[in-house]
């Protein structure tokens, strides 16, 4: 009987190693799943690339709300990646786009995730 025992608890010790291995690939896979654009972008537009210095949420400064960009950009169904890549032409308000062009400089360094980040954060104001 305890022999069995002994041979039992052999067994469960396999059987637990064994279910460790998968828990690690996912637990990798989670940590992607857990990536949340808005936060990204959000963290983006308020440091590395100085958006927030120019766009507030809801109130126009010295470039249009995030909400109206956000809106407009719905409505016309715009291309805000496109856009601070230089590859569109301004919708919101073309008479400043002198103004938002200077940052075009740090957009185009941005790589695709992080523009989509950008995007992400925008359009996440429209849900308020
Ligand atoms: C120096 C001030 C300034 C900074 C900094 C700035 N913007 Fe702007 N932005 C403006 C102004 C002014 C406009 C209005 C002109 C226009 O619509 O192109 C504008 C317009 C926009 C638009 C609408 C473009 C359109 O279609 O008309 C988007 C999107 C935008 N900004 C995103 C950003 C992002 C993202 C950043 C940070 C990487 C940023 N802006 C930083 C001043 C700024």
């Given at each position: 009987m305890s022999k069995n025992l002994i041979v039992l608890f052999v067994l469960l010790a396999i059987v637990s190693c064994k279910k460790e291995t998968p828990k690690n690939t996912e637990a990798t896979t989670e940590v992607s799943e857990d990536y949340d654009p808005i936060a990204f972008g959000r963290e983006i537009f308020e440091?590395?690339?100085?958006?927030a210095s120019c766009h507030k949420p809801d109130q126009k400064v010295i470039g249009p709300s995030i909400m109206d960009i956000a809106k407009i950009y719905k409505e016309q169904n715009g291309d805000i990646v496109a856009f601070l890549k230089g590859k569109a032409e301004p919708i919101v308000d073309p008479s400043q786009y002198e103004v938002m062009k200077t940052n075009f400089a740090i957009t185009k360094s941005m790589t695709d995730e992080q523009l989509k980040a950008l995007e992400a954060y925008f359009y996440s104001h429209l849900k308020k």
């Amino acid at each position: 009987m305890s022999k069995n025992l002994i041979v039992l608890f052999v067994l469960l010790a396999i059987v637990s190693c064994k279910k460790e291995t998968p828990k690690n690939t996912e637990a990798t896979t989670e940590v992607s799943e857990d990536y949340d654009p808005i936060a990204f972008g959000r963290e983006i537009f308020e440091t590395k690339g100085n958006c927030a210095s120019c766009h507030k949420p809801d109130q126009k400064v010295i470039g249009p709300s995030i909400m109206d960009i956000a809106k407009i950009y719905k409505e016309q169904n715009g291309d805000i990646v496109a856009f601070l890549k230089g590859k569109a032409e301004p919708i919101v308000d073309p008479s400043q786009y002198e103004v938002m062009k200077t940052n075009f400089a740090i957009t185009k360094s941005m790589t695709d995730e992080q523009l989509k980040a950008l995007e992400a954060y925008f359009y996440s104001h429209l849900k308020k």
